[in-house]
């Protein structure tokens, strides 16, 4: 089978992009030719299919820097709201290549839905993978600072997104952002893709209740590349958290959850609006054992999951389905993380980790203290997680559920 793959980057900056590159590396593995599309960087890996990307406009994330020359405006707006560019790129490179069928991993905001057009005029079956909130959210994540999780626009009130400045924190963006939405949604693009990818099961419903069709949408968790068989990993008294140092990410309830005790916790991130300095102040003369140890590539990150005593990840906005609870689970680590969203879904209370209530540092300590006090108990919620994640999360049980997905738009087709 011929796959055209798309992302945004072509490069790996988060968990979608680790996904890309894993799928891109099982499905050619498989035998399958992948033909990748997406944005020229100079961060990019090598491809002779770069002539058909689409140019930079920032290279990184847009808006996110003050200054912008009037073109990078125009071509942001256009990869927001619909880009004729993507558009005869991405069909060109349809007609040159011929795929049997386009799987999508990020196309908002900087490719835009024109490329489904494209597919569409070329009778190619599109499969689209959902790793955010983006159809019904405008900053994709069901969450502000004002208010914390957030429905709003779910719900059809949309002008919440501008009262509470959802999106770079102004209101001209999220109106633009809103407007954007709303032509996608008169578009019609969610009814012009054959099938959905949705790693867990409560996104899905989020998407049900968005109105798509439940036939279209297909519950195939993420799985984990493992690179070594059996790791030796060790059990050392330190938790350890992964992941971008942001305010929805739970960062303060985890700060006061370890806060004047001996609980040795090490952070791993890094953060884009300056809320790590936040944290640190906020510990200046108060007793903790907390480090902040900065961006790590995840070669630099494995040596603390193989060490680490377990994980935690408290989250306190819908995190669909993170997939540092597989890597944790891939080194035989137990979680800690919220009882809220999906996450239920991957940690299994008193088996692969423990649950704690939203939000709630005492209760968090709870769980943490149990762990710390018993670490026997942690080696064997973590042996079994690495159980799960060798059998129910492998490359291969996920690569059987997408063929099968793929093969039967194929056949209707």
């Known amino acids: ?40 960087s100079s961060r990019n ?24 020359t009037l073109p990078v405006i125009l071509k942001s707006f256009t990869r927001m709201f619909y880009s004729f560019e993507a558009k005869t790129k991405f069909k060109a490179l349809l007609q040159q290549e011929k795929p049997d069928l386009v799987y999508i991993m990020q196309y908002h905001n900087k490719i835009s839905p024109s490329i489904i057009d494209a597919a569409r005029s070329l009778n190619v079956p599109v499969v689209h993978r959902i790793s955010d909130f983006q159809y019904m959210c405008p900053n994709a994540l069901f969450y502000n600072d004002a208010v914390g ?28 952002k809103i407007a954007a939405k709303k032509l996608h949604d008169c578009m019609n693009v969610k009814d012009k893709i054959d099938a959905f990818v949705v790693p867990s099961s409560f996104t899905l419903s989020k998407l049900e209740q968005y109105g798509i069709k439940p036939s279209k949408l297909n519950h195939i968790p993420t799985f984990f590349n493992m690179k070594e068989a059996d790791p030796q990993v060790e ?47 906020y510990l200046e003369g108060k007793k903790h054992n907390i480090e902040f140890l900065g961006k790590m590539d995840f070669e630099q990150i494995v040596p603390y999951l193989k060490s680490c005593l377990f994980t935690v ?40 980790g423990s649950l704690f209530k939203y939000a709630d ?47 039967g738009i194929l056949q209707k087709n």
Not at 57 to 67: G, L, N, W
Not at 343 to 349: A, F, G, S
């Open 1 to 40: 089978m011929k796959i055209a793959l798309v992302n945004y980057r072509y490069f790996i900056s988060g968990g979608p992009e680790r996904y890309y590159f894993n799928i891109k590396e099982i499905l050619e593995k498989n035998g399958h030719q992948v033909i990748p599309f997406s944005i020229k």
């Open 45 to 68: 890996e090598k491809t002779p299919y770069d002539e058909f990307f689409l140019d930079v406009v920032d290279d990184e994330v847009y808006f996110a820097k003050a200054k912008k």
């Open 149 to 176: 999780v957030c429905e709003d626009c779910l719900k059809g009130k949309w002008t919440s997104c501008v009262k509470y400045k959802c999106v770079l924190n102004s209101s001209v963006y999220s109106g633009l």
């Open 235 to 281: 059990y050392k008294p330190f938790a350890l958290f992964v992941g971008r140092i942001e305010k929805q990410k739970g960062l303060f309830t985890l700060i006061k959850a370890f806060e004047g005790t001996d609980f040795n916790l090490k952070i791993i991130g890094f953060s884009n609006n300056g809320y790590e300095n936040e944290l640190k102040s």
């Open 313 to 352: 990840v408290p989250s306190e906005w819908y995190d669909n389905f993170p997939n540092v609870i597989l890597e944790s689970f891939a080194y035989k680590k137990a979680v800690v993380a919220t009882d809220f969203g999906s996450l239920p879904e991957l940690v299994r209370e008193g088996e692969t």
């Open 361 to 407: 540092e005492v209760n968090f300590r709870q769980k943490v203290q149990d762990l710390f006090s018993n670490p026997q108990k942690a080696v064997d919620m973590g042996n079994l997680a690495y159980e799960r994640v060798c059998t129910q999360y492998s490359p291969e049980v996920h690569y059987e559920s997408l063929m099968n997905l793929f093969n």
